[in-house]
């Protein structure tokens, strides 16, 4: 199964805004179709290592956060994450752990093999995220702050510095809902704050709804890096 994404410029995923709370849609379309070098064709896995039926296969696929109808944007740097532990899952771990299963098999009652029944639901969640990552990275539309030409305003893949009321400062940057990470300073497009800075300036105040109730934060700083 090959894996194809898209590259598209930061600005496309903000140039308009959908009816769904403020969730930009772009309007301008810069994409283009990248093939993947890498092939990985699931169904030819042996079944007895990829699951033990079909409704198993269907129950644990981790869920789509994704809101219906949008993109699945992604940094370049959040695609690169997301692709290496793909090929890694698949060209390192997941045979080191088939080789592990089969061996266990071999060594008597596999109802009392530590080895066999580990390595089997390592199996299964390998594979589990196998499906998950090859679905996301078939459907990353990648965008690039570098491509950016308006850097004034706040679109997808931007780093913004806001100050609270408190006169506290902190930074985010504006990614996808697979690389986010508020402890490291990168939050959801699809966040309630996120939604609140897209199109916003330096100098801008953005309101938004926090767990804590209604905020206003100023927008200090906006760059594409």
Same mark, same amino acid.
């Given at each position: 199964?090959?894996?194809?994404?898209?590259?598209?410029?930061?600005?496309?995923?903000?140039?308009?805004?959908s009816?769904?709370?403020?969730?930009?849609?772009?309007?301008? +379309?810069?994409a283009?179709?990248?093939?993947?070098?890498?092939?990985?064709n699931?169904?030819?896995m042996?079944?007895?290592?990829?699951?033990?039926?079909?409704?198993?296969?269907?129950d644990?696929?981790?869920?789509?956060?994704?809101p219906?109808?949008?993109?699945?944007?992604?940094?370049?740097?959040?695609?690169?994450?997301?692709?290496?532990?793909?090929?890694?899952?698949?060209?390192?771990?997941?045979?080191?752990?088939?080789?592990?299963?089969?061996?266990?098999?071999?060594?008597?009652?596999?109802?009392?093999?530590?080895?066999?029944?580990?390595?089997?639901k390592?199996?299964?969640? +390998?594979?589990?995220r +196998?499906?998950?990552?090859?679905?996301?990275?078939?459907?990353?539309?990648?965008?690039?702050?570098?491509?950016?030409?308006?850097?004034?305003?706040?679109?997808?893949a931007?780093?913004?510095?806001?100050?609270?009321?408190?006169?506290?400062?902190?930074?985010y940057?504006?990614?996808? +809902?697979?690389?986010?990470?508020?402890?490291?300073?990168?939050?959801?497009?699809?966040?309630?704050?996120?939604?609140?800075?897209?199109?916003?300036?330096?100098?801008?105040?953005?309101?938004?709804?926090?767990?804590?109730?209604?905020?206003?934060?100023?927008?200090?700083?906006?760059?594409?890096?």
């Amino acid at each position: 199964m090959p894996i194809a994404t898209q590259t598209i410029s930061a600005e496309y995923v903000s140039t308009a805004a959908s009816e769904r709370g403020g969730v930009a849609v772009g309007v301008l +379309i810069i994409a283009r179709m990248l093939p993947s070098p890498i092939q990985f064709n699931f169904h030819e896995m042996n079944k007895a290592f990829v699951k033990e039926s079909e409704d198993e296969d269907e129950d644990e696929a981790p869920e789509s956060q994704l809101p219906a109808g949008t993109k699945n944007y992604m940094t370049v740097r959040g695609h690169g994450q997301l692709r290496a532990e793909f090929e890694h899952l698949v060209k390192v771990e997941r045979p080191e752990i088939v080789k592990v299963v089969s061996w266990a098999a071999g060594n008597g009652d596999r109802s009392e093999n530590g080895d066999y029944i580990y390595g089997k639901k390592r199996l299964r969640e +390998i594979d589990r995220r +196998i499906r998950f990552l090859t679905k996301r990275l078939e459907s990353a539309v990648i965008v690039d702050p570098a491509d950016q030409q308006n850097c004034d305003q706040v679109f997808f893949a931007a780093t913004v510095t806001l100050c609270d009321a408190a006169g506290e400062e902190a930074t985010y940057q504006i990614v996808g +809902i697979d690389e986010a990470n508020a402890q490291e300073g990168r939050i959801s497009w699809i966040s309630p704050l996120a939604r609140a800075l897209l199109k916003a300036r330096e100098g801008d105040t953005v309101r938004f709804d926090s767990p804590g109730g209604l905020r206003e934060l100023d927008v200090i700083e906006v760059r594409y890096e």
